[in-house]
């Protein structure tokens, strides 16, 4: 096999310690104890060696990365090793000093989510009270420091009828992005299906909305936007396809091809504490298990499209099917593709609670 | 607001013109955002300094290159036009 082209990206997961509660969280099911979370030093050469390898981005998130109160040095590291940083934050934990602290150590960026533009109902989905006005406080601190600023909103059927409003909220917040992200159903996602997935009217109603705002606001706000797995035909290139473009690292130091692949079985995903960033990208069996076109089943091997999306989302290939290497049920061509649709249906009678993130317990505390 | 002769572009904040050395090529890097200009690109691109105009860009790419001033002028125009609809210059 040649040597894969370098990758682009870094996800560095700092931490999983967060005081929102989000029922969407991107994290593992199993989340990692702060007592095993890697130093700053050891980030400090992973963004080293990512740099020397062609990373150019890093996006700095958790957990809520200012949950750990070496951010500044971390930040500092990244700014040294060359690469540009993303701070991805709920910024509940930052106020404008350490916010300028992060500015000095030459933090490049700040993504900032928020639950909903309505402040009840944002303080519900966070799962943290006074959660929403501590965010609109600190994005006024990021304008005043003078950092790039993306709002980061991820939607689902209990907040996307307020798209409006949270594009207004963007702009209010002096934001030169918005992005709009549909929940991806794996994970804490998963188990809250059916209090999140969209209707059909309310993806349309949405899709409309972005595409007026986007005329409406060119040169003044971008707007990122994808159409939800569970109402396309073809699944979207996960991660620009597996081990292609991108590594993110745990709070642990395990490596992965995709934030959320620790939720597949049967793999040993290699440690930064062990292995060189470029050791892993090359030559490691979970990088290499996916890359390409060679593992596909069919309907993928021989199909058109195998190039352009890769076979989809493994992780949602493995929680839909039971099957890590299946194509992704978003394509109309799975044999499994009725089971989004079923899934749709069952939403939209469903009651709209929630299980709330949080760490298992009755272990040691970290 | 849109790009006009006497503009002075910038590029917008987060946006960094770097060298790609891992790839052998220059980029515009921004959050979530990677642009790969083409050689006629990233020369406009690397004139672009928060002082200069339009017109002084093109000024300097017409003393440089064999190619009549209007053609150039209309070439960074509509390039500064579009980056500027992708966030990645300002006027």
Redesign the interface.
């Known amino acids: 096999m040649t040597a894969p082209p370098?990758p682009?990206g870094l996800l560095a997961e700092l931490t999983h310690r967060c005081p929102l509660r989000c029922p969407y969280c991107s994290n593992p099911v199993e989340l990692s104890r702060a007592s095993a979370e890697l130093d700053a030093e050891t980030w400090g050469r992973v963004f080293r060696e990512a740099a020397?390898?062609?990373v150019?981005?890093l996006h700095l998130s958790g957990g809520e990365p200012a949950a750990r109160r070496d951010l500044p040095e971390i930040v500092a590291h990244a700014a040294r090793a060359?690469l540009?940083s993303?701070l991805i934050t709920s910024g509940v934990l930052l106020d404008a000093g350490k916010l300028q602290a992060l500015a000095d150590a030459g933090l490049?960026?700040v993504?900032l989510s928020v639950q909903d533009a309505e402040e009840a109902s944002a303080d519900r989905i966070g799962g943290l009270r006074g959660g929403h006005a501590r965010k609109l406080t600190f994005a006024e601190a990021v304008h005043a420091a003078?950092?790039?600023l993306?709002l980061n909103a991820v939607v689902h059927r209990q907040n996307l009828d307020r798209l409006p409003a949270l594009i207004d909220l963007a702009l209010s917040l002096g934001a030169?992005?918005l992005?709009v992200a549909h929940v991806q159903y794996y994970g804490w996602a998963l188990r809250n299906r059916d209090a999140l997935l969209p209707s059909r009217a309310q993806l349309d109603a949405a899709t409309r909305t972005v595409t007026e705002a986007r005329a409406r606001l060119?040169?003044r706000l971008?707007i990122?936007y994808v159409v939800p797995d569970y109402h396309a035909h073809r699944p979207k290139a996960c991660m620009g396809g597996w081990g292609r473009s991108f590594i993110a690292v745990s709070p642990a130091g395990r490596a992965l091809p995709c934030h959320a692949a620790e939720s597949l079985p049967g793999f040993d995903f290699p440690s930064v504490r062990d292995h060189s960033l470029a050791d892993i990208w090359a030559h490691s069996e979970a990088f290499n298990r996916f890359r390409g076109t060679g593992w596909m089943p069919a309907p993928c091997q021989g199909c058109e499209h195998r190039e352009r999306d890769w076979g989809g989302c493994r992780c949602q290939a493995f929680a839909l099917t039971g099957e890590a290497a299946a194509t992704d049920p978003a394509c109309a061509l799975s044999p499994h593709h009725h089971l989004l649709d079923l899934a749709v249906q069952e939403a939209a009678v469903a009651e709209g609670d929630f299980t709330y993130r949080e760490m298992a317990r009755a272990t040691v505390p970290g | 607001?849109t790009v006009a002769p006497a503009t002075v572009p910038r590029f917008?904040?987060?946006m960094?013109l770097?060298e790609?050395a891992?790839?052998n090529r220059w980029?515009v890097?921004?959050?979530?955002r990677?642009f790969v200009p083409d050689e006629i690109a990233l020369e406009i691109l690397r004139l672009i300094d928060g002082a200069r105009s339009v017109d002084a860009i093109v000024d300097d790419l017409a003393a440089r290159y064999d190619a009549p001033r209007e053609a150039i002028a209309a070439d960074v125009l509509a390039l500064l036009s579009d980056l500027?609809?992708?966030?990645v210059v300002?006027p």
């Open positions: 370098p682009l020397a390898l062609g150019l981005q060359g540009y993303n490049d960026h993504q003078g950092l790039p993306t030169g992005r992005e060119q040169g971008v990122d | 607001m917008a904040r987060g960094r770097r790609d891992a790839r980029v890097v921004g959050p979530e990677l500027h609809g992708k966030g300002t």
